[in-house]
């Protein structure tokens, strides 16, 4: 079982927004501002999306966004398109130590 | 451009050792970046292995029970991963990773290989 919760699945039309949430303790997200979210899609590449909560590395649409508010982390997605349909997946860094969420599988409709 | 390469044998029997390279290319892996080493069971999340500095330094998953192992090469600009006594629960996607020694996030990834534990 993941230490950091997230939902199964989410889903939304285009141009709608989606929140994915993340849910860990006061031992990882809660304890630093060391969140980041990834975007997985069959046959490529790993993408970081956010960073520390809510910084976006070069290159990722403005429409992604992070936020943290005590033991949870959560990841925006506005005005969604086909392309964001993947896999998401938050993790935690805690002194040297890596966690990552179990992964939510957004469908865009 | 930085790329990252995984590669090695897709069909492990139980009890072997699974072992994986990742060749670095655009980028020295002498520079101040850790390189790790994640993957994903089929159907599940993603899970950390470890990652390892250049010079050696490392930390690992205390969850793999000290069967993996990770090294690193300069003079070949790659980076190793040995995971001893392997069982079908090691059947995943491995997905090598750049981390920077100032950071806390995965910055570029490899496009994962399948590797299945299978008699």
């Known amino acids: 079982q993941s230490a950091l919760t997230q939902p199964a699945s989410v889903s939304g039309s285009p141009g709608q927004s989606i929140t994915i949430s993340c849910t860990g303790t006061s031992s990882n997200i809660g304890d630093n501002n060391y969140v980041s979210w990834y975007q997985l899609r069959p046959d490529e590449a790993p993408k970081l999306i956010i960073y520390e909560v809510n910084n976006r590395p070069s290159g990722v649409s403005d429409r992604f966004s992070g936020s943290k508010s005590g033991d949870t982390a959560s990841l925006t997605i506005s005005g969604l398109q086909a392309e964001d349909e993947a896999d998401y997946y938050c993790s935690s860094y805690t002194t040297a130590f890596v966690t990552f969420g179990g992964g939510t599988k957004l469908t865009v409709l | 451009q930085v790329q990252l390469q995984e590669s090695g044998p897709g069909l492990v029997k139980p009890s072997d050792t699974l072992s994986l390279t990742c060749a670095v290319s655009?980028?020295?892996?002498?520079?101040?970046?850790?390189w790790g080493w994640i993957r994903q069971s089929p159907g599940k999340g993603l899970e950390w292995i470890g990652y390892?500095?250049?010079?050696?330094?490392?930390y690992y998953n205390p969850s793999l029970k000290s069967r993996a192992t990770m090294s690193v090469d300069t003079s070949k600009n790659h980076f190793s991963l040995e995971l001893t006594s392997v069982t079908a629960v090691d059947t995943a996607v491995y997905f090598c990773a750049r981390k920077s020694a100032l950071y806390t996030y995965f910055d570029c990834w490899g496009q994962g290989t399948l590797v299945t534990v299978s008699s």
């Open positions: 390892i500095y250049y010079s050696g330094g490392a």
């Open positions: 655009g980028f020295s892996i002498s520079s101040h970046y850790w």
